[in-house]
């Protein structure tokens, strides 16, 4: 079974229209600028989480900040695909950077989920939270969570503002003691897969 042209061309056209959305979730008018942790993180992480409980999905934000969505296959407990990209920005950045590997992924589980389908493989999906280190000028917070590789020396590092990244944590209710629990078992993702423009 197959997406068809019709369905094709209303898939791209509300992966657009959310992108669009997103990008109107910024720290200023008219710059698109989302930060690892600042309010306008977690608001395009409850944005999303939205948009994947509607695709099927159950929706979970893990312990660094990455907003995850799971489409169970035909089997519950099945090994995952694991497809995303990142949420957050460098400064004044493209309204596609990151966003469209997460809303394409979320399009193709919306689809599977209207055919009722369910594949030997379960889907996730991770919103990262942060690729580009904008905010701490480290980088790549939210994946190496997941792959648990995560440096103890991270929760130390300040912002700008002298906010280290520990209590930029708790300032959103996240615990960084618990960073460990994001890292995901390799025996339950098969592959990872990300669409980047």
């Known amino acids: 079974m197959m ?3 019709a369905e094709a061309q209303l898939a ?3 992966v657009m229209a959310r992108c669009d959305m997103l990008a109107a979730i910024s720290e200023s008018p008219d710059q698109l600028t989302r930060v690892y942790l600042s309010p306008e993180h977690l608001r395009a992480n409850a944005q999303v989480g939205e948009w994947m409980a509607q695709a099927g999905m159950r929706v979970w934000q893990d312990e660094v900040g990455n907003i995850c969505g799971r489409y169970e296959g035909a089997s519950d407990g099945a090994p995952a695909l694991l497809l995303g990209s990142h949420l957050d920005t460098v400064r004044n950045a493209g309204r596609y950077d990151g966003m469209l ?5 979320i399009e193709t589980v919306q689809w599977l989920h209207q055919q009722r389908q369910r594949l030997p493989l379960a889907i996730e999906i991770v919103g990262f939270g942060d690729e580009e280190g904008t905010r701490f000028g480290i980088t790549l917070l939210g994946s190496r969570g997941v792959a648990g590789s995560w440096p103890e ?12 990244v520990a209590q930029a944590m708790a300032d959103v209710g996240l615990d960084a003691g618990a960073i460990p629990r994001a890292a995901r078992d390799l025996n339950d993702i098969v592959a990872y897969l990300e669409l980047h423009i």
């Open 101 to 105: 590997g997460v809303l394409t992924a």
């Open 12 to 14: 791209a056209e509300r």
């Open 153 to 164: 020396s991270w929760t130390t590092h300040p912002d700008g503002n002298g906010i280290t």
């Open 3 to 5: 997406m068809n042209a």
